[in-house]
């Protein structure tokens, strides 16, 4: 009985073994082998495939080569150029030749290593071990392309798939890492600068623009962080900055916490700053920075910007605080006395953007704003500016907007209330409007457009200056039809409008008290004959028009209104953009137009020229009209445009001749054609060096407005430019404003050295002097930006 129990272990033992192998067998994956010439050797244990080779395994792992030896025997697989690993993953392993371990699972890899990870980052090596049961490499000569754009290199490189990691480095015993040791140790280079990696030089021979040198980096993929030891920043290969830690989020990662760049700033009135941002990236859908202002000389202001995003709508908030001035009585650098008030200063904006199906009609907008700023030129003393807000702000508006949309028909419901911080009279500081309501349907009927309005407002201008109106409108425009017999290409377009405004005014000024009814009927005809002249390349155009006009009723008095005649209001069925005050009685405006164009042999237009000019006549002086426009007399001021633009670029198809330029001219010449009592000019020239702009706006017995906005930039090799700019009142022959600046930009740093120098003074606002020195790195944004104005002194 013991020697059959015997005999059956041994046979239970021998078939253990015999599945154990046979599993162990199957855990080695076999391949087929396919290729234009295949040989085998050593009773079928070699196979050797050369021209286009290709080994399967039956888990989808591929190789390619230009030759693949497949050893039965030793459980390997040797290729010779054109090496291609691709895994189950899809990650993917180029070299000149391969030893790969079946057994082991390991691959070694020699000359011209690349792996290619299937997220897009891209490692180079001389030489790398992966494990395949690992997800592990090891190389040396490190080099990598991240889909970031950034560039690492490294004498050693391990990366790990399973855990998403990599680690460039070696840790070095403790007691080796002194400072002064750590020049000779440092063999890893990040740099975020994309032309790096486009040399076949390391970071640290090409000096990029700048880069961090350390002992040793990790970067986690999952986290999307990078962690560095032992760390210099350098400028051009040359050390500026020390930390033996830092960490910071890869240039993809668009949201993280973490403290931002801070700015160093001087104010000619308050002082040295120190501004610290601090990004709370809250959740996925919302996010908060706090901005501590720290003052040397006054008391500090907190920033804070809120940002929520929803599936139907979005918040923000913009708020700040501060206990107000330390030092009440300021004397400026000339002895005189800066007006200065007691009390905390603050301001709160709020905005809420929403989208909505079928509150009313289909589609659905609502928009909620509040705005305060506790004194009027708290903004302005504390540059205060941010994406939502600017210093110079001078009216808030306080509302609420319901647009609903259904196919061409919109209904609005509005309240709003405005304020201006200019004016101190708190009786007429504040407008609104309670209730806004409107309605305004587009159709087709007869083969005619209409379009019907329909509004209700309630308005407050300040103190006990009330309106309210109920306007019922209808707007009927033909298609323009052709003349073929009369006056062959002739166009006319007829156009018609019914108005009936009622509206109950209370002490406004030059306005009908009490209820007031009216009803306008305006009738229109507009006219044109394009003439057209067209050559291989050229386009030529003149097109006189005419637009007559009449409009029943009698129309309020309008003399203080500010209203100055544009091209535009010689078409217009509504002259003064007033709809509750239309210009009435018969018109004639009148005008040609003149266009021409040259194109290239791509059809292209590389030459444009345009110009304008018109008059309005009317039978009879119209007194109601305003005071500031000639819409009041029988015959108006001419008014015009013309416009040019030339790219030189384009015309000889050559991106080297980049000789380019535009310029828009507006106009208003009298009558008598003898005085220009308005000029505008925008111009624009620039070439791959330069680029000059011009701003020149000029009023004359129609306002008396005069100044002038200069801006020249220049681009220098080696990506250096400079900026210069001013802007003067040409009344006052008062400069308001200058500034230069020279800097260093290119797709991963910028230095600055920026001059600018404010005249003007307003209360506590004053003349002021900086001169900023700023370094941002890129891509992670916000500049370090010292003030160095003490330098002027």
């Given at each position: 009985?013991?020697?059959?129990?015997?005999?059956?272990?041994?046979?239970?033992?021998?078939?253990?073994?015999?599945?154990?192998?046979?599993?162990?067998?199957?855990?080695?994956?076999?391949?087929?082998?396919?290729?234009?010439?295949?040989?085998?050797?050593?009773?079928?244990?070699?196979?050797?495939?050369?021209?286009?080779?290709?080994?399967?395994?039956?888990?989808?792992?591929?190789?390619?080569?230009?030759?693949?030896?497949?050893?039965?025997?030793?459980?390997?697989?040797?290729?010779?150029?054109?090496?291609?690993?691709?895994?189950?993953?899809?990650?993917?392993?180029?070299?000149?030749?391969?030893?790969?371990?079946?057994?082991?699972?390991?691959?070694?890899?020699?000359?011209?290593?690349?792996?290619?990870?299937?997220?897009?980052?891209?490692?180079?090596?001389?030489?790398?071990?992966?494990?395949?049961?690992?997800?592990?490499?090891?190389?040396?000569?490190?080099?990598?392309?991240?889909?970031?754009?950034?560039?690492?290199?490294?004498?050693?490189?391990?990366?790990?798939?399973?855990?998403?990691?990599?680690?460039?480095?070696?840790?070095?015993?403790?007691?080796?890492?002194?400072?002064?040791?750590?020049?000779?140790?440092?063999?890893?280079?990040?740099?975020?600068?994309?032309?790096?990696?486009?040399?076949?030089?390391?970071?640290?021979?090409?000096?990029?623009?700048?880069?961090?040198?350390?002992?040793?980096?990790?970067?986690?993929?999952?986290?999307?962080?990078?962690?560095?030891?032992?760390?210099?920043?350098?400028?051009?290969?040359?050390?500026?900055?020390y930390t033996p830690y830092f960490s910071h989020p890869d240039p993809s990662v668009k949201r993280k916490s973490g403290i931002l760049a801070p700015s160093i700033k001087n104010f000619t009135?308050?002082?040295?700053?120190?501004?610290?941002?601090?990004?709370?990236?809250?959740?996925?859908?919302?996010?908060?920075?706090?901005?501590?202002?720290?003052?040397?000389?006054?008391?500090?202001?907190?920033?804070?910007?809120?940002?929520?995003?929803?599936?139907?709508?979005?918040?923000?908030?913009?708020?700040?605080?501060?206990?107000?001035?330390?030092?009440?009585?300021?004397?400026?650098?000339?002895?005189?006395?800066?007006?200065?008030?007691?009390?905390?200063?603050?301001?709160?904006?709020?905005?809420?953007?929403?989208?909505?199906?079928?509150?009313?009609?289909n589609k659905n907008d609502i928009e909620i704003n509040l705005q305060r700023i506790s004194q009027k030129n708290y903004l302005k003393v504390h540059e205060i500016n941010t994406n939502q807000?600017?210093?110079?702000?001078?009216?808030?508006?306080?509302?609420?907007?319901?647009?609903?949309?259904?196919?061409?028909?919109?209904?609005?419901?509005?309240?709003?209330?405005?304020?201006?911080?200019?004016?101190?009279?708190?009786?007429?500081?504040?407008?609104?409007?309670?209730?806004?309501?409107?309605?305004?349907?587009?159709?087709?009927?007869?083969?005619?457009?209409?379009?019907?309005?329909?509004?209700?407002?309630?308005?407050?201008?300040?103190?006990?200056?009330?309106?309210?109106?109920?306007?019922?409108?209808?707007?009927?425009?033909?298609?323009?039809?052709?003349?073929?017999?009369?006056?062959?290409?002739?166009?006319?377009?007829?156009?018609?409008?019914?108005?009936?405004?009622?509206?109950?005014?209370?002490?406004?000024?030059?306005?009908?008290?009490?209820?007031?009814?009216?009803?306008?009927?305006?009738?229109?005809?507009?006219?044109?004959?394009?003439?057209?002249?067209?050559?291989?390349?050229?386009?030529?155009?003149?097109?006189?028009?005419?637009?007559?006009?009449?409009?029943?009723?009698?129309?309020?008095?309008?003399?203080?209104?500010?209203?100055?005649?544009?091209?535009?209001?010689?078409?217009?069925?509504?002259?003064?953009?007033?709809?509750?005050?239309?210009?009435?009685?018969?018109?004639?405006?009148?005008?040609?137009?003149?266009?021409?164009?040259?194109?290239?042999?791509?059809?292209?237009?590389?030459?444009?020229?345009?110009?304008?000019?018109?008059?309005?006549?009317?039978?009879?002086?119209?007194?109601?009209?305003?005071?500031?426009?000639?819409?009041?007399?029988?015959?108006?001021?001419?008014?015009?445009?013309?416009?040019?633009?030339?790219?030189?670029?384009?015309?000889?198809?050559?991106?080297?001749?980049?000789?380019?330029?535009?310029?828009?001219?507006?106009?208003?010449?009298?009558?008598?054609?003898?005085?220009?009592?308005?000029?505008?000019?925008?111009?624009?020239?620039?070439?791959?060096?330069?680029?000059?702009?011009?701003?020149?706006?000029?009023?004359?017995?129609?306002?008396?407005?005069?100044?002038?906005?200069?801006?020249?930039?220049?681009?220098?090799?080696?990506?250096?430019?400079?900026?210069?700019?001013?802007?003067?009142?040409?009344?006052?022959?008062?400069?308001?404003?200058?500034?230069?600046?020279?800097?260093?930009?290119?797709?991963?740093?910028?230095?600055?050295?920026?001059?600018?120098?404010?005249?003007?003074?307003?209360?506590?606002?004053?003349?002021?002097?900086?001169?900023?020195?700023?370094?941002?790195?890129?891509?992670?944004?916000?500049?370090?930006?010292?003030?160095?104005?003490?330098?002027?002194?």
């Open positions: 009985m013991t020697r059959k129990i015997k005999i059956i272990n041994f046979l239970l033992f021998f078939l253990i073994t015999i599945l154990t192998n046979n599993l162990k067998a199957e855990e080695i994956a076999l391949y087929t082998i396919e290729g234009n010439f295949i040989k085998t050797t050593n009773n079928g244990s070699l196979i050797i495939s050369e021209g286009d080779s290709i080994a399967i395994d039956k888990f989808g792992k591929k190789i390619f080569s230009d030759q693949i030896i497949y050893n039965k025997k030793k459980l390997t697989i040797e290729t010779q150029s054109n090496s291609i690993f691709v895994d189950e993953q899809g990650n993917k392993l180029h070299a000149n030749n391969f030893l790969y371990n079946l057994k082991s699972k390991i691959i070694s890899a020699k000359g011209s290593v690349k792996y290619f990870e299937k997220e897009g980052n891209v490692f180079y090596f001389d030489k790398l071990e992966y494990n395949e049961n690992l997800k592990k490499g090891i190389g040396e000569n490190f080099k990598a392309k991240l889909l970031d754009k950034s560039t690492i290199n490294a004498n050693f490189a391990e990366f790990n798939n399973i855990e998403k990691t990599l680690v460039l480095g070696k840790d070095y015993p403790k007691k080796k890492q002194h400072f002064l040791n750590l020049f000779n140790k440092n063999e890893n280079y990040y740099s975020s600068c994309e032309s790096v990696f486009k040399s076949d030089k390391k970071i640290n021979e090409q000096c990029p623009d700048w880069s961090l040198s350390t002992q040793k980096t990790v970067y986690n993929r999952n986290e999307k962080m990078l962690y560095h030891y032992g760390t210099f920043l350098k400028i051009k290969n040359i050390p500026v900055f009135d308050l002082g040295q700053t120190l501004k610290t941002p601090y990004f709370w990236a809250i959740d996925d859908s919302s996010d908060l920075t706090i901005t501590p202002v720290f003052y040397f000389d006054e008391n500090n202001v907190y920033l804070a910007e809120y940002r929520k995003q929803n599936l139907n709508n979005k918040i923000f908030i913009d708020t700040s605080y501060s206990e107000g001035y330390k030092n009440l009585n300021k004397i400026d650098s000339s002895g005189n006395s800066i007006a200065r008030t007691n009390g905390s200063r603050n301001h709160f904006f709020f905005n809420f953007l929403g989208n909505y199906d079928d509150l009313l009609l807000i600017k210093q110079d702000i001078n009216l808030l508006n306080n509302n609420f907007i319901l647009n609903s949309y259904e196919k061409n028909k919109k209904i609005t419901f509005r309240t709003n209330i405005l304020e201006d911080l200019n004016n101190e009279n708190k009786n007429q500081k504040y407008q609104y409007t309670i209730p806004g309501i409107e309605y305004s349907d587009f159709f087709r009927k007869f083969n005619i457009n209409l379009n019907l309005y329909n509004s209700l407002l309630g308005s407050n201008y300040g103190g006990d200056s009330n309106q309210l109106s109920l306007i019922n409108k209808i707007d009927a425009q033909s298609d323009p039809k052709i003349f073929k017999n009369f006056i062959q290409g002739l166009t006319n377009t007829f156009k018609a409008s019914i108005n009936n405004i009622n509206y109950y005014n209370e002490n406004l000024a030059d306005k009908k008290e009490n209820l007031t009814q009216n009803i306008y009927l305006t009738t229109a005809l507009e006219s044109s004959y394009p003439l057209l002249k067209l050559g291989e390349k050229k386009e030529e155009t003149i097109i006189p028009k005419t637009f007559l006009k009449f409009t029943t009723g009698k129309m309020d008095n309008a003399n203080s209104e500010d209203k100055k005649l544009s091209y535009n209001d010689i078409y217009s069925m509504n002259r003064m953009n007033n709809l509750t005050n239309p210009e009435t009685g018969a018109s004639l405006g009148y005008g040609v137009e003149y266009n021409f164009s040259n194109k290239n042999e791509n059809n292209e237009i590389y030459n444009k020229i345009s110009t304008s000019i018109g008059q309005v006549l009317k039978p009879k002086k119209q007194n109601e009209m305003p005071n500031n426009s000639s819409l009041k007399d029988k015959s108006s001021n001419f008014v015009g445009n013309i416009f040019a633009s030339y790219n030189n670029e384009l015309a000889t198809n050559n991106k080297a001749e980049q000789n380019n330029f535009d310029i828009n001219y507006d106009y208003i010449l009298n009558k008598n054609f003898n005085k220009f009592l308005k000029n505008t000019i925008l111009a624009n020239y620039y070439n791959r060096q330069n680029k000059y702009s011009l701003d020149y706006h000029e009023t004359n017995g129609i306002g008396n407005e005069h100044y002038i906005d200069l801006k020249y930039t220049r681009n220098f090799e080696n990506f250096i430019n400079f900026s210069a700019g001013t802007k003067k009142n040409l009344n006052a022959n008062f400069t308001e404003s200058n500034y230069f600046g020279i800097n260093y930009d290119t797709d991963c740093l910028n230095i600055g050295i920026n001059l600018s120098k404010q005249f003007y003074r307003n209360d506590e606002l004053k003349p002021s002097n900086n001169l900023t020195l700023s370094v941002t790195f890129k891509p992670f944004g916000t500049p370090l930006s010292p003030d160095i104005s003490e330098l002027l002194k």
